[in-house]
């Protein structure tokens, strides 16, 4: 920005001398010309940095967004929240989780009730991972436009009740988990969100 700010300057004073000179005789093409140049340059700085700060947003929200996510997903195991299971209202017995399931653009996640193996057994058994002909899909959302899940995909993380137990791929991690995303355009710009064993989430 500073550097925006003297080319500004720059200009500015190389205008107010070009008018005060052509005020007497007019402009010349060689200061139309500079002119011209000036003002494109200067453009083409503001419109890149324009462009800079709207891809970081969107890779804020992005990583935000499913950082709350994971969090309502842990809640709503906290709570036995009441979803549906095989169409039947009850609480999912694996609890509730997110499914990270796209491998290409759009990059998309979904919420998911953890109520049966994918075998439909009754009483049902519950294995942490999102089966798709058996689990209650709460939400599914899209990562926006331009941002890219790094991490490996088609994973499920769970949480299960009464405590919000964590899982992740149906095992309880020794360490913490981390899911990445990245700015498409510039892939030194990312974001990553970490959930410990215990669950807490965390973006940086």
Do not use: W
Request: with cysteine; charged share 15%.
């Amino acid at each position: 920005m500073v550097y925006i700010f003297s080319i500004i300057l720059t200009m500015k004073k190389y205008l107010n001398k070009i008018t005060k000179v052509s005020s007497e005789r007019g402009f010349t093409i060689l200061e139309l010309t500079v002119s011209m140049l000036i003002i494109g340059v200067i453009s083409a700085i503001v419109f890149a940095n324009y462009n800079a700060g709207r891809r970081q947003e969107a890779l804020n929200r992005s990583a935000q967004r499913l950082a709350v996510a994971i969090r309502q997903a842990q809640n709503y195991a906290l709570f036995s929240r009441v979803g549906k299971c095989k169409g039947v209202p009850a609480a999912p017995s694996g609890g509730y989780g997110v499914y990270i399931t796209s491998s290409i653009s759009p990059f998309k996640y979904m919420i998911f009730g953890d109520c049966d193996n994918g075998l439909v057994n009754n009483p049902p058994i519950a294995n942490h991972m999102y089966d798709s002909s058996t689990d209650d899909v709460i939400s599914t959302i899209n990562v926006e436009s331009g941002v890219q899940i790094l991490s490996a995909l088609n994973i499920s993380l769970a949480f299960e009740p009464p405590i919000g137990k964590f899982y992740y791929q149906n095992v309880v991690p020794a360490t913490s988990q981390a899911i990445t995303l990245q700015d498409a355009a510039d892939v030194t710009k990312q974001k990553t969100i970490t959930i410990s064993v215990n669950g807490s989430v965390s973006v940086q």
